[in-house]
């Protein structure tokens, strides 16, 4: 599990921009009788963990995430010291958009760094790359690009399965509220 | 002749007169019936079949569930065993059913209770429609499934559900963590690259603890098959969408 796992995000699916207000999340820290809510943090050091992963799951140079984070590759370069640099809010948001898509395509390349570097890197059908759309602050186009670049959109009329269910599996009320 | 919506029964009515159901069990390898009155009734049976149903018919077509009162839930329950009708009112998805004739219903007319306001009659029927049509997924997927029915239903969800027939889903489990496929059915006259962004936008909220969106693809009701139908885990969303878990 990454690190910064447990810090969710709302996306704005009208104009792509990620919000600045996590969602309700709890976590446990004794056992059951203490609950404390999430901080989220802006700090250096998440900034720094946030540019690392990136970089790891990546492979990316540091010239490559400034070129999705729009910003000059010296500042990369701070971010992944742990050095706060200017724009710290600014950064923080596109950060976190470009590791909330990178950790997804990650986990689908099964954790290649150059499969998952592949899939961000090839240009899809639309016309654009899930990397020149994390540039342009289009996480969810991102996704899609990259969806795109592990299986091509169908051409097919009919929607093809990919994984059918198998029966004889015992099988849970989706609806019903958990016990 | 007169029909039992016509005389003014409605799925949901409140019928106050003692009947009794029953239901077998084993003792001791001999087969024993077991009765239990109660003194309320709501009707389940769907309007249409009440439509459809004469007064005078000594056929077993109306079905009543009991009314119950002690220990009622604290919440409305839509999507639980338990449903409150109103206050300290509720059914259990467990109780024990009746089923009578319509003749025997349309005597009881003098008993009528006031019937359910017009949205707790919807929440009623859907709850009905989660008791007989309850979409069901594997119990190790169960959690996967909700958290994307969940994303599916919230924020921008209940806008475009309108034009989103059901959500399907198909997972792979031989990965850590599982890979979901997600299926969109829509109308003909829906924008599927609308709908196709817009789940991933969900499949960017799906916890990655859970489960990864692996595939997007959407289509119109035509376009999908009944094999995709038949292999695929509907996170429905026309039921899922309903939200109303508090008394107001």
Same mark, same amino acid.
């Given at each position: 599990?990454? $690190?910064?796992?447990?810090?969710y995000?709302?996306v704005?699916?009208?104009d792509?921009?990620?919000?600045?207000?996590? $969602?309700?999340?709890?976590?446990?820290?004794?056992?059951?009788?203490?609950?404390?809510?999430?901080?989220? &943090?802006? &700090?250096?050091?998440?900034?720094?963990?946030?540019?690392?992963e990136?970089?790891a799951?990546?492979?990316?140079s540091?010239?490559? @995430?400034a070129?999705?984070?729009?910003?000059?590759?010296s500042t990369?370069?701070? @971010?992944e010291q742990?050095?706060s640099?200017a724009?710290?809010?600014?950064?923080?948001?596109? /950060?976190?958009?470009?590791?909330?898509v990178?950790?997804r395509?990650?986990?689908?390349?099964e954790?290649?760094?150059?499969k998952t570097?592949? $899939?961000? &890197?090839?240009?899809?059908?639309a016309g654009s790359?899930?990397?020149?759309?994390?540039a342009?602050?289009?996480?969810?186009?991102a996704?899609?690009?990259? /969806?795109?670049?592990?299986?091509?959109?169908?051409?097919?009329?009919?929607?093809?399965g990919?994984?059918?269910?198998?029966?004889?599996?015992?099988t849970?009320? @989706?609806?019903?509220?958990p016990? | 002749?007169?029909?039992?919506?016509t005389?003014?029964?409605?799925?949901?009515?409140?019928?106050? #007169? =003692?009947?009794t159901a029953?239901? *077998? =069990?084993?003792?001791?390898?001999?087969?024993?019936?077991?009765? +239990?009155?109660?003194?309320?009734w709501?009707?389940c049976?769907?309007?249409?079949?009440?439509?459809?149903?004469?007064?005078d018919?000594?056929?077993?077509?109306?079905?009543?569930?009991?009314?119950?009162?002690?220990?009622?839930? !604290?919440d409305?329950?839509?999507r639980?065993? #338990?449903?409150?009708?109103?206050?300290?009112?509720?059914?259990?998805a467990?109780?024990?059913?009746?089923?009578?004739?319509?003749a025997?219903?349309?005597?009881?007319?003098?008993?009528?209770?006031?019937?359910?306001? %017009?949205? #707790?009659? #919807?929440?009623?029927?859907?709850?009905?429609?989660?008791?007989?049509?309850?979409?069901a997924?594997p119990?190790? *997927?169960? %959690?996967?499934?909700r958290?994307?029915a =969940?994303?599916?239903?919230?924020?921008?969800?209940?806008a475009i559900? =309108?034009?989103?027939?059901?959500?399907?889903?198909?997972?792979?489990?031989? +990965?850590?963590?599982?890979?979901?496929?997600?299926?969109?059915?829509?109308?003909?006259?829906?924008?599927?690259?609308?709908?196709?962004?817009?789940?991933?936008?969900?499949? +960017?909220?799906v916890?990655?603890?859970?489960?990864?969106?692996?595939?997007?693809?959407v289509? +119109?009701? !035509?376009?999908?098959?009944?094999e995709?139908?038949?292999?695929?885990?509907?996170? %429905?969303? !026309?039921?899922?969408?309903?939200?109303?878990?508090r008394?107001?």
């Open positions: 599990m990454s $690190l910064t796992e447990g810090f995000w709302h704005s699916p009208s792509n921009t990620v919000g600045s207000t996590p $969602l309700k999340e709890r976590k446990n820290v004794f056992d059951e009788w203490v609950t404390t809510p999430e901080v989220a &943090s802006r &700090s250096p050091l998440k900034l720094q963990l946030l540019t690392q990136l970089l799951w990546t492979k990316w540091q010239r490559n @995430l070129a999705v984070l729009s910003v000059s590759h990369v370069s701070a @971010l742990g050095t640099p724009s710290f809010a600014y950064l923080h948001d596109r /950060l976190v958009e470009a590791h909330t990178v950790r395509i990650n986990l689908i390349a954790q290649d760094p150059s570097n592949d $899939l961000l &890197s090839k240009t899809s059908a790359s899930a990397e020149t759309l994390l342009q602050r289009k996480p969810a186009d996704y899609l690009a990259a /969806l795109d670049a592990l299986r091509p959109r169908r051409v097919e009329p009919m929607i093809q990919i994984w059918p269910a198998k029966s004889g599996d015992a849970q009320d @989706l609806a019903e509220d016990v | 002749m007169s029909d039992l919506h005389e003014g029964w409605r799925q949901g009515s409140i019928v106050v #007169r =003692k009947l029953s239901y *077998l =069990k084993t003792l001791d390898g001999r087969i024993e019936e077991v009765s +239990t009155s109660y003194s309320r709501v009707v049976t769907q309007d249409c079949d009440l439509r459809s149903s004469r007064i018919s000594n056929v077993p077509l109306v079905e009543l569930r009991p009314v119950l009162d002690a220990d009622p839930p !604290s409305w329950g839509i639980s065993r #338990r449903f409150l009708l109103a206050e300290g009112a509720y059914v259990d467990d109780a024990p059913r009746c089923f009578v004739t319509p025997l219903l349309n005597m009881t007319s003098p008993e009528r209770d006031s019937a359910l306001d %017009d949205a #707790r009659t #919807r929440a009623f029927k859907t709850w009905l429609g989660l008791r007989y049509d309850r979409p997924v119990e190790h *997927l169960a %959690d996967l499934a958290e994307i =969940k994303r599916c239903s919230g924020g921008r969800g209940q559900s =309108k034009d989103v027939h059901d959500v399907l889903m198909q997972f792979e489990e031989d +990965t850590q963590p599982a890979r979901v496929a997600l299926f969109g059915v829509i109308e003909d006259e829906t924008d599927p690259e609308a709908v196709r962004l817009w789940l991933a936008d969900v499949a +960017t909220r916890n990655t603890t859970l489960g990864v969106v692996a595939s997007i693809d289509g +119109t009701r !035509s376009q999908t098959s009944l995709l139908l038949e292999t695929s885990y509907s996170a %429905d969303l !026309s039921q899922l969408t309903w939200r109303s878990n008394p107001v």
